[in-house]
DNA sequence: CTGTTAGCGCTTTCAT
DNA sequence: ATGAAAGCGCTAACAG
């Protein structure tokens, strides 16, 4: 029923290997044998069986990617730089949603490592000691992706989320802003929430400001969180004249119920994020952020990763990509 | 280095053929049995090789996805739709973006077939007979996902477009209108864009009204081309009082020429548009939209695609899933 | 309930 | 430049 490598041999008249040397363009193959071999193929219809490939060269030309929710717009912009360089290096991307959760994402893992992966591209939640292990007991390469474990122990590309955090605090402050509020994100994550909390901190200190706890809020990054943290800023005593956003979705959420509350952004309240998503160009008045290069860090983690796979000698394994503040119309001078 | 099931064995005191069971969940393995293998396991952190298995037992518990970008927010809502319900049937995913270019999406089928998936997945553009041919060629099923083949050979779910589209028009002309305006995506593609524009098509003709060419322009599915399109409408010397987009996005670009000219949505010019992605609740005003239950889409097709795999009598395999006109902001009577 | 034994379809030395 | 043959790690009869 299925035609194998030997059928092809058979109909060519040569040998397993031959065919096999063919299909894989290993050169020591006469011209005219590799013209037979290909007629064969294409009479019979002959396709490589991967799965047995794999088996015999213990490679599998497929890598691992470990995500939470592609249907989040930033998730699916570096899964697309993942894909785009995988695609480029003929490897083939195994995508498994985690959501985040701990038990889910090393069982994922596992079942990624049992597949034969090449290589694992993670992008998830917080790094534990458990993914530690999991990355340990792995033969092959993993790069972490929008994300770092705290010992920096495993290779990884990202941004720096404290710089990009400061950076857009310090706008605000340049234009005069004194009172600032802050829609946070969990302050459980090292590597992202609780770093863009702490360039806020930065920031402000350096300037003189005194941090009122009052003023950050926690969100859950997505757009309805953002506007009932500002409908919460608009009902203090002493509003702020601008906040910042750890994510431009709960930006554009606090622009909204600013805007249903009668006042003007950025005449009345400015509001400033991080992350630069299709949509912040695509509201009224377009949002100023923070771009976060969300291809690139899912292209240079892939590209990464296939140095790895390929026992490259790499100088620099913990790659930091540049962030870049972006002026759209919702920042004023206070 | 690597431990196999034949370490295993070694270690426990038994044959391969029974870590095999065990690691199977085959009931025909003493309790006791059982528990000296899973120890010997977990002493020898055994992993099972899936390539290994995959070659023995043809199959691979791992289907193939072929999407057009995962970076549109309709497609990722999509994918979430397929992964969730393939981690269900304990499938995995191989994605493959292929950008509604034939030839990449002929050469992703056969890369996908070549790794043996047990299933394919196909969300592309229109539906040549290159593509009939590859899928005919396929050992495995295939469904299409979000649209179908001319012929509706090949399992499908998605939703009526026509009927969508007639829907959305059908609003607009219940509410008074009479000079509606239509941005279109390409025509080329007979089960989406053409469909939609037909459905608009009907519901004037039903309507008594007559389609005016002048009033269709042809977008890209995207914001900018909806905000072009919208331009060139408010240049022509009789305004449209309603436009339907194709998509949402367009739908939002459309909005805000509007509003650039001064002018008021849904007051002086009503917008409705199909899809409903999370952006049209999070504009202003939001969006009246027909709701196309992207995630189902996926969910279902992934579902239909399980039983096909497991040769379960399928009773319907042209699957179309309902559509909702959801009532927003962004129309008004005329 | 357990073990033996063929493969699955290919790559990869090693000869020639 | 080509062929022979030994696996890769596992499953699946089959036998007992």
């Known amino acids: 029923m299925t035609v194998t490598i030997y059928d092809v041999a058979r109909e060519a008249g040569v040998s397993m290997a031959t065919v096999s040397r063919v299909v894989n363009n290993n050169p ?28 015999a060269s213990k490679k599998t030309t497929t890598v691992g990617v470990v995500i939470p929710d592609i249907s989040d717009s930033i998730v699916a912009e ?39 992966v090449d290589g694992l591209l993670f ?21 972490l992706c929008g994300t770092t474990d ?28 004194k009172k600032i509020a802050m829609i946070s994100v969990t302050l ?21 400001l005194t941090l009122d706890e009052q003023d950050v809020r926690i969100g859950n990054y997505r757009y309805e969180s953002g506007m009932e ?8 005593p002493e509003r702020p004249t601008a906040v910042f956003a750890a994510t431009d979705e709960m930006a554009i959420g606090a ?22 998503i299709r949509m912040a160009s695509m509201v009224r008045p377009q949002l100023t952020t923070v771009a976060q290069p969300m291809y690139d860090i899912g292209a240079v983690s892939m590209r990464l990763l ?11 394994t913990q790659i930091l990509l540049p962030h870049d503040v972006i002026k759209r119309n919702s920042v004023a001078q206070v």
Do not use: C, W
């Open 150 to 177: 705290e010992g920096k122990l495993i290779p990884s590309v990202t941004i720096d989320h404290e710089q990009a955090a400061y950076d857009a605090v310090k706008l605000l402050i340049d234009q005069g802003h």
């Open 188 to 208: 459980k994550d090292p590597a992202t929430g609780y770093a863009r909390y702490q360039g806020y901190k930065r920031a402000l200190e350096d300037a003189g």
């Open 28 to 55: 020591n193959v006469k011209p005219q044998t590799r013209k037979k071999v290909f007629e064969a193929i294409e009479r019979l219809g002959y396709r490589p069986n991967a799965v047995a490939r794999g088996l």
């Open 306 to 316: 296939t140095k790895l796979m390929n026992k490259e000698q790499i100088d620099q």
């Open 123 to 143: 992008m998830g939640g917080v790094i534990t000691d458990e993914h530690l292990d999991a990355f340990r007991t792995s033969s092959v390469p993993v790069v």
């Open 255 to 276: 622009i909204h119920t600013i805007q249903d509350h009668g006042l003007r952004v950025p005449e009345d309240i400015s509001v400033i994020s991080i992350d630069n």
């Open 78 to 116: 570096v899964a697309r730089g993942i894909e785009d360089i995988a695609n480029m290096y003929h490897y083939n991307i195994i995508l498994s949603n985690a959501d985040k959760k701990k038990d889910k994402e090393i069982r994922v893992i596992n079942t990624l490592l049992e597949k034969q």
């Open 229 to 236: 943290a500002m409908g919460y800023f608009l009902e203090q």
